[in-house]
Every structure is written in structure tokens, then in C-alpha cells.
């Protein structure tokens, strides 16, 4: 038998364990009874910084059977039954385009369906990748198919590997799951912020991989998806090109299905599907800049005094400042502890920045995005426009430096809009250069950023300081646009062409993306057992 307990609170100065075993017996379960304790959630409570408590929910697994209407708070584990579902009959050839999450996801359900799959990559296998993007920071050589960007795993593979997100869906135990049984932390199935780091996430998008090609998938790294085919609105193939071949051959591969994971960079992509006829619709995105700070201070920003207690990591924070005569948000995004900077350049002459963490999250600073919240058509009413302010400021950025580096400004000087006069300690390895941030974004972002920043410089103690710098530009925090679906999870104008995940719209993170990938697989591809 096993049953549930929770909303545990228990001291970090405590044994944790010791603990969650009282408070079973205390509930009315007898010690003996007891055969295993199992983590459903854990999360942390640092609201009083002199008390900082874990609190947990927990399964446990009973050695015989008890009466639950005794018990104090206690009820009865639910079983989760899944749906047998069976691929479709007559289907046809397949291909997934991307391995981010969601391509890769969706490959692995073709799989497990019996379809194989043939996977476009772009970019290059993980290891080739890492080489590549090494190049990149030492001679700002930038590869436009296979960097921060592009490349086996997505742009995920080069983040915090952050796993929380908004969506509610059953498919979330099937993700998580997967991602354990391939290298990720178990941690990750029960912790409240779940992450894995970059470092494991390379690990785990190997993994993937070798399983789907086991299963009868095939993968087909630095190859480029030139032209989706289309026929009186309906899919008929893909024209392909090697990108690493020094003849340009571009071939065609038939195939009834595409599955269209790209990620929300594919400027070029989303430019061909346009040509082609593809409909598509702009969507609202987000523009600022990477705030950072020593790691040291955002710890004692949120843990207080207890910052170096051997339990605690390194401490998150989310923060949101809503401008309502606007109807416009202000959010942090990607907050990365004990993590770096890096340059997420994937066109040549545009240069932009990202955050990433390694799984012990134990770098020297501690960074996130800061960004306004932009609605849709408000750069313009072409299909683009968004797409194009993005690149307007990634190239103004290059300009300034003069390659791909990138722009500071301390965050009390850009509140008070005067240039930094020196120079700054920072994660980011590549080149910087200060500059006057009220000289690069438009008076809407510019406005927001500082009431944001003024009403957190008051709630947040330690936020906006001396060691507070801004690193910039943050351009890419989703698509600017959307490949509209219908509810069967087909694209509204073109038969046999199914967009999934961040590059299409419909998901916002690792998790969000590889559940979309789950879903639209299952929609269009099975039939209830």
C-alpha cells in the first residue's frame, strides 16, 4: 500500500530523513510499518531567513495495509493508468526536423510507435558542437549552422537545463522519466525547481539519440532543410543540403509527414515557409538585456545569513513587475545561479547573449535575463517586423564592439543613464565593451526596465547595486512569430506539415517543448488501443 503525506516543513538545521520519519509516526503510521520513503516534492521556504525550511511531499510505501480514516492528513497513493494507444495504419514516410527537445521527443514516441522516423539536424552531433562553439569564444568565428543555437539537443543544451514550467499535461512523468533513464539527476523527478545543467544535458541529448537510432530511427546531423515541398497544399518532401560538403548539391527526399521541431532562431526557415505559402502569424516575445551578479549576493539576498549552510544551493529568484496602464510585463527569464554568459550568435554580423548553469551550479556569479514583455505587430505589421527589430539590435551590438562580444552597463549607472567608466568582473569570456544601454533599446523598453528596476531596487534588497551589471542585448527569449496549427495539430493551410514546440510557438522550455512534441506525435499519429 502506499500513501501520500503532504506540506512537511522541516528545518534545514535538522536531519531530514530523521525528520520525515516523525512525522509519519506522528500521523499515525507505526515505524515498523514503514518499508520506503520516497520524495514526491521538495521545495524551499526562505520567507524568514533566521527559519529556512524544506518542505516536502512524500509517498510512502507500506509494508501492510492500513485504515487511512485514522490517519491524521494522510490519504491514498493514486496509480496513473496510461492509455494503450497503436500507430495508424497507412502512415507513409515520416521526418522530424530538429533534434531541440521537441524534435527529439517526437522521434522517440515515432519510435516507440513503430514509425521511423529520419531526423534533420542542421547543426552538429554534441561533441562536434562543443568544439565548435570553443572556436567560436576563443576567435569569434562563428559556424551559422552549428553554435549556441543549432546543433544536437537545441538551444537547451547550452542553458540551465531548467525543467519547470506552466503546463499541466500527463505527459510530464513521461519526460521526466525519460530524461533519468538517459543520464539526467533523480532528483530531478521529486526537486520543486527541477535542472540539470549543461554539462548533464549534453549527456542525456546523446542518449536520446543512440536510443532513437536503436529503435530504428535515423538522424542525419549537419544537414540542412533547404524547402519544405508542397504540392496543392499539401507536404511531399524536404530539399535537403549537406552544409558541410564543399559542393553545394542540394537532394529531394519524399516523405507524407514532416514534423517541423525547429528552434526560435531558424530565421531562415521561417523566411522559406513564408515563400512556400505556410501560414504563419506574428506572436508577442520579449527584449532586455542579462543582469548579473556576484553569486555571493544573490545568496544572501534570499538565504540571509544562512547563505552558506551546507544544504542550501545556489539560490533562484524570479521576479515580475506589471506595468498596468500598459497592460506590460517586466519578468526575469532563464535565471541561471552560480552560472555564466555566453554569446548565442547563429547569424553572421548580429551579436546577442544567453545564460547558462552546469548542474553543481557553482560558478562565481549568478545571472538572468531582464526583459520587457513586447506585444505583437508593436515593431510593425509585417509577418517580420519583430524578427527584424531582433536583428536591428544584434547587429547594432557587433557594430559597437566590432565583433562578438558584447555591452555593459552597471545597473546603477543605467538608471541613471551614464556610461560605466570601467571595467567590470564578469562570467561572460568573450570581449566587453561599455556602453550606454539608454542609446540601444526604444523608449518602451527602456521605461519598463526602470520602473521594474526601481520597484525591485526597493523590495530586493542587494538586487540593484554597485556589483548589479547589465549585459546585452537579450533578443532571443522566444520566436516573434507563430506557424499556426489546428486543433488536430496540423498547420492550418498545408496538409501533412505538423509545427511543434518553441520555433512554432506553442512551448516556452525544455519540458513545455518536449510535451508538445509527446502530444502532436500521439494526435496525429495514433488511434486509442
Known sequence: MKVIINNINVSIEKDQNLELKKEII???IKADNIEKIEYSKRSIDSRKKSEIKFVYNIEVTLKNDVDILGLDNVNIAKEIDEVPLKAKTGIGRVAVVGTGPAGLFAALRLCELGIKPVVYERGEKVDERDLTIDKFVKFSMLNPDSNIQFGEGGAGTYSDGKLNTRVKSGYMNKVFLELVQNGAQEQILWDYKPH???DVLKIVVKNLREKIISSGGEIRFNTLVKEVIILDGKVKGLKIQDVKSPIQV?????????????GHS????YKMLHTKGVFMENKPF??????EHPRLEIDKMQYGNMLDHPNLEAATYSLTYNNKEEARGVFSFCMCPGGVIVNAASQEGGSLVNGMSYSERDGRFSNSALVVGIKANEFGDELFSGMEY?????????DEVGNYGAIYQNAVDFLKGKTTNRKIDSSYEMELKSYDLNELFPKVILDNMKMAMGHWEKTQRNFITEHANLIGPETRTSAPVKITRNELGESINTKGLYPIGEGAGYAGGIISAAIDGLKII???FTIKD
Open 196 to 198: 540539470v545543467g549543461t
Open 250 to 262: 542540394e537532394e529531394i527526399e519524399l516523405f507524407e509527414h514532416v514534423v517541423l521541431g525547429i
Open 522 to 524: 500521439d494526435l496525429v
Open 266 to 269: 531558424s530565421r531562415d526557415t
Open 26 to 28: 506522528k500521523r499515525g
Open 286 to 291: 520579449a527584449i532586455g538585456a542579462r543582469i
Open 390 to 398: 531582433q536583428d536591428k539590435l544584434e547587429k547594432a551590438a557587433y
